[in-house]
Structure formats: C-alpha cells, structure tokens
C-alpha cells in the first residue's frame, strides 16, 4: 500500500507532520521496528502512553511493520488487553475464577453492578467507572480478589470494594 | 546493630496490605529511634497468613502474621524486633510444621532471600546447577534432566529431557527457549510467586537449557495480570546481565544466552503452547496444528524448548543435586516434587511443594485445615479450569499424573480449588463452557462452536426443558468437543463438565440413573 492511497483512508496519514499523534504513533512503531515479531510490543508501547489504541494506529503501525491493516486489527481485536477507546478514569476489575467464584466473586460483581448501576464490561453514566471481569489475578489462595485503578486487592467484601472505589475517586478528584 | 525485618512483596501479600505494613514499621522502628533493614522478600507461601513479617534475631526467623498496620505498634512495644511474645508471633519459621514437613526443592529459597540480590542467591545454592551444566557437554546435560524423570509442570506432563533432546538434535543455528509464564489457570500462582519470589532460579534453570540445547535467546511469555511479576523479572535479567550471567559469555562459558520478557494481552488460550509461540511473534494467538512439533519448528520456524516457569524453575535443583536427588521423589512415572496450590474456599491457601503421591486429602484437609467457610467440602477441582471435578470418595486418590488420568481427571499445574456444599455445581458445569466460548481462539469448530452450544444445552436441562433429551445432546457435545478439538482447551473443558454431572447430577435437576445410562 502506498502513502499516498493512505493518507486518503479515514485515520490514515502516518507520516504527515502535521498530525502529532500520527507522528508519535510511527516514531513508537520505528522504535521497535527492529525487534523479532514486534507488533504486541509496539500495541502495548501505543497503550500505555495514549491509554488506548488510537484509530489512526493500525494504518500507522501497518505501514510501518509492512503488514496489513487487516493483521494489525486482527491482532488488536483479538486480545482482551487491547482497547480502541479511551478507558474510563478508574477500572473496577474483578475476579470471575473459580477460586474467586467458591468465596463469592459471583455476589461481589452483582454487588458492584447494582451500586455502580452499570453491567460488567460498562461504564458508569458519568465515564469515570468501568466494570470489568477478570479471570484470574493469581491471588487465588486469598479471594474475592478486585483491583480498583490497578491497585489489586485480597479478601475483598462488597463493604471494602466500596472502600477501594472511594479510595479511587477521591484520589482521582484531587 | 541493624535488625533485619522481613516483609513479603508478593503480589497477594501486597494485596492483603505488605507494602502499608512495610512503612508502617519502617516509621514505627524510626519513631522509637530502632535500627532496622526492610527486606522484601517473596512469600513463604503460608498466604492465610500475609502479610507474614519476619525478624531476623541472631540468625534465626521469627515469624509474625497476619499483620496489619493497626498491629504495628502493638508489636514493637511486644518486642518483635527481638523476637518477643505476641499473639500473632508464630514461632521459628524454619520449625513450623507447615513449612518444615514439605518438601521444598523449586521452591527451595521461597521467602528465604531477597529476591533481586543475587549474593543471597548464591549463598543459598544458587548458580551450583548452572555452573556444573557449563562443566558438562550438552548431552550429559540432556541425559540428567532426562534421567531425573522430571516432567513439564504446565500440565500436560511431557517429559522434559525428551523434549530438549529433540531440540538439541534438530538442526540449526539459531534455536530458543521460551517460558510459559501465561498462568491463566484460576487456583494457579505457584509460577508467579516464583517469579516474584526467586527469579534467578528461573534465569538459571532458562541458562541451563540454553546451554543443552544449544540456544541463544530465551523468552518468557508473561500474562498482563501479572505486572509485578514483569518489573522483577526485568530487573533480575539486568542483574543477571551486570554479573555476567546473562550476556555474550555466560559466566565465562564463551556460549551466550539472553532473556526477553514479552507480556501477553489477556488471552487465556495463549498459555496453550503453540498459540503462545504465534503471540510471541506478535501474532493473534492462534493454535497451531502439530505436527510440526515446536521442538523442530517453533518460535519463528526455529526449534524451540518451550517449558513452564516451574519445569525449568526444578531444573537448577537436578543440575546441583543429581538426577538421582530428584527421581528419588515422587511415585512411579510421577517423579520429583509438584508445588501445589491450595485455593478457592480454604482456611489455609497457599503453596504446598511435597513428593508427588500425597493425596488430596492430606493437601486440602491437613495443609489447608478444611474450608475457609467451615462448611463441609462439596467439590475439589483439580487442574485449573479445565480439570475434572473431585468428590468426597476420591479425596485419597494419590496426586500422581497417571491415577488421575485413570479417574478421569488431571493433576495439571497442580492447582486445587475447594468449593464448599453451597456450590452449585449445574453453575459451574456451564461457566466452564462459557469460558472455553470466551476463550477459545476459534481456529477449530469443536472448541469455537461446540462451547457455545454446550452453554445453551446446559440451560435447557436446568430450566428443565426436554432434560434427558438435552442430557444426550450435552454428553454427545462433549465427545465431539473431546476427540475432535485441536488442543486442550476445547478437549478438556468436557472434563469438568462431565465429572460435574457425574458427581452431582441432582444440581442439573437429574438423577444418578438418568446421567449413567
């Protein structure tokens, strides 16, 4: 595929200066160029810095790795991790193992789906809480396991989630 | 005189409160104006009783647990610093019976060192292994690990020196190891805490391939839900690289070695091995067909050793003490040590290494003292997700790989999962064919599509529609699902299925009768 047949597509344009975020998503592409097999690596570089996967990194990184735009989505819609829009502020994951499971992960996401008043998978009406399910955190000798903002929590009743998720809010507030 | 103190940085003990533990007695020792060094130390594995802080008096660990900052004071004004008497004192770690009655070899420096400081590595047996794999031609090294009877722990019980005697006789330049480190299995942790705990003993049993089978660069295949597990590894490589371990001359061998941590994206299929060789390359992880084997043709079209983070965690211990030292463990094919999991509704989780043969019961009711609930014991699965459900009458069943799989079930990563008599086991049946739908990499119609189905049939017989009937088609499923799967995934999610039925059909609304015939 050539530049020009790009820059024409919806979220192309990967080398034009005048996009910022094209450009850094190629500078992030090149820098991993080199490497064996780089594409994840590269996906999980753009996501960590953005906090998603902008519309415009697939063409970028297609162009950049010599692959399709085709492969580059398959690979992004394939795993879980990889995320096309912006995350919420706090991430309310928990655990739906069945270690979890066999000391009440079931209630504590029925519990966390009635006072956030979202399914899992959603965000709260405000976008700044997202539900999501997890299948193991390896913390399954100490369950219910949920992590709020990344901070991974152990023997969690639906009292100290809501404690995590307070805890979160007002750390994002300040 | 500074006092040594012991706080864990495992992930599950930071999960229970270890790092709010470790400043609240970093403050409370300065307060009081006590000399004192924090070490973050894996854990011992007793996780009912993290955060687990141990003082070092005069050489000898006294154990604390578990502790919580509210206790801190308390404790200092009990004299912890200098072992004294207190509630939550547990005694002389190394003398708990819990710890001292195992038998601890992969596991052998868990919670003893500081996991990133590799002069407390080698002064606790490290290296011993690598160093006589370096003195030994590559198939005297194949022959030992081979001749130990170890097997790969990631659950499939291959054994490891054919696999690397394989791969030291394919052909080629450039061959890799790669490490299985995607744990997805829920009631598994034991490859995480070694990682977090001892990951030298992982670089070193990765060398140790290496050098047998002629390999230059390893990877370890990391789950994203595994971040602290990730900034350890890393910094034990860059360790390990300063030391002269890792590099272009491994510990002046001449031969060079050299380990990449690459994460995964929360995909469970990919801890099967092939669709983790296709993540690796950055690739959807899609399961691939064997033959060929990835031995021949695996990373990158390259012969490849691909071993669990705790098959090659063990190889160290058969480097250093023999083969002989490790076969002596075990029961018939089943030799060496299995760590095993204690997890799900238990009082005492955590991590139990013993010879493999000890029953069920003795890991569950002994080690782990019954349910956390109290309630009695309903189902034991064994083997993550895709192992069979256990009941009462097979609890002393020997956990030895064949006898299992003679009961229709696995010993898999050894991972064991209590469920209490609230469980429903008609719920549980039908999670795992809805995981296997979430799941599966759908490269194969069984799996794809056969989990869908097994989901809406197991619906109908619980709402009691048509139930024998649905009975036929749920059992027929699972054959299908069984013989006609690429890989375990979908051939293995009928396992706890069936065993589920089997056991306890009056959760599906059926009777014992009406599942056998």
Redesign the interface.
């Known amino acids: 595929m050539t530049e020009r047949s790009l820059s024409e597509m919806p979220g192309g344009a990967p080398s034009d200066a005048a996009d910022p975020v094209a450009a850094r998503l190629e500078t992030l592409a090149l820098a991993r160029k080199a490497e ?6 590269i ?2 570089d753009i996501q960590h810095e953005f906090g998603y996967l902008p519309e415009s990194a697939t063409p970028v990184v297609a162009e950049v790795l010599n692959l399709s735009r085709a ?1 580059v989505h ?2 992004i819609s ?5 995320r096309t829009e912006a995350p919420a502020e706090i991430a309310v994951a928990i ?1 739906r ?7 009440g992960a079931e209630s504590l996401v029925g519990h966390a789906e009635a006072t956030l008043g979202v399914q899992v998978g959603k965000k709260t009406a405000d976008q700044s809480i997202e539900l999501e399910q ?10 219910p ?1 949920a992590s709020v903002a990344g901070r ?4 969690v009743t639906p009292e100290v989630l809501d404690a995590m998720i307070e805890d979160a809010r007002r750390g994002a507030g300040s | 005189m500074t006092i040594t103190v012991y706080v864990p940085r495992d992930s599950s003990a930071r999960a229970v409160g270890a790092d709010e533990v470790a400043v609240a007695i970093t403050a409370e020792a300065a307060r009081r104006g006590d000399d004192i060094r924090i070490v973050r130390n894996g854990s011992r594995g007793m996780l009912w009783l993290e955060p687990f802080v141990e003082v070092d008096v005069d050489g000898i660990r006294i154990g604390y647990g578990p502790v919580q900052t509210a206790d801190v004071a308390e404790l200092l004004d009990a004299g912890m610093l200098s072992g004294g008497d207190h509630a939550l004192r547990h005694g002389v770690v190394d003398e708990l019976e819990w710890l001292s009655q195992q038998d601890r070899l992969t596991y052998a420096r868990m919670g003893v060192i500081d996991p990133l400081d590799l002069a407390d590595f080698e002064a606790n047996g490290g290296l011993i292994g690598l160093r006589k794999a370096i003195a030994m031609s590559p198939q005297q090294v194949v022959e030992t690990v081979a001749a130990s009877g170890l097997r790969g722990r990631g659950g499939a019980g291959f054994p490891a020196g054919r696999k690397w005697q394989t791969v030291l006789d394919a052909p080629g330049e450039q061959k890799y190891i790669c490490c299985n480190a995607d744990e997805g299995d829920s009631g598994t942790f034991a490859d995480r805490m070694l990682i977090e705990g001892d990951p030298f003993t992982l670089l070193e049993g990765m060398t140790i391939a290496a050098l047998a089978v002629g390999a230059t660069e390893g990877y370890v295949y990391l789950r994203s839900e595994y971040p602290d597990a990730g900034t350890i590894l890393n910094a034990a490589i860059d360790a390990a690289h300063g030391y002269g371990w890792l590099g272009s001359d491994v510990l002046g061998s001449g031969r060079a070695f050299d380990v990449h941590v690459r994460m995964g994206a929360g995909a469970y299929i990919c801890g099967e091995e092939t669709s983790m060789l296709d993540s690796l390359e950055g690739k959807r992880g899609m399961v691939r067909a064997k033959p060929p084997l990835p031995a021949l043709e695996g990373l990158f079209g390259k012969p490849t050793v691909v071993n669990n983070v705790l098959t090659l965690g063990s190889v160290p211990f058969v480097l250093a003490e023999g083969a002989d030292a490790y076969a002596s463990r075990g029961l018939d094919r089943s030799l060496g040590t299995q760590v095993f999991q204690l997890a799900g509704n238990i009082k005492q989780g955590g991590v139990v290494e013993l010879g493999f043969g000890v029953t069920l019961r003795e890991l569950v009711e002994g080690y782990g003292g019954g349910t956390a609930s109290g309630r009695p014991i309903r189902a034991i699965q064994v083997g993550g997700p895709l192992g069979a459900y256990l009941s009462e009458e097979q609890f002393d069943l020997p956990m030895e790989y064949e006898t299992f799989a003679a009961a229709g079930a696995m010993v898999g990563h050894g991972g064991i999962v209590v469920h209490d008599d609230t469980a429903d086991m008609a719920r549980l049946a039908r999670f795992a064919m809805e995981f296997c739908s979430e799941e599966s990499c759908g490269k194969c119609t069984p799996c794809r599509v056969g989990s869908t189905r097994g989901v809406e049939v197991i619906d109908r017989i619980t709402q009691g529609e048509d139930r024998k009937g649905n009975l036929t088609v749920l059992l027929d499923l699972c054959d299908v699902m069984t013989d006609g799967s690429l890989c375990a995934m979908g051939g293995l999610t009928p396992l706890p299925v069936r065993s589920a039925l089997t056991k306890f059909p009056e959760d599906f609304g059926l009777t014992a009768q009406e599942v056998s015939s």
């Open positions: 064996a097999g780089p594409l994840m690596e996906l999980h492969e398959g690979v394939f795993y879980t991790d990889f655990c193992g069945e270690a979890c499971q066999a000391v997890i299948f193991c955190f390896g913390n399954c000798a100490l369950g396991s991974l929590r152990g023997r």
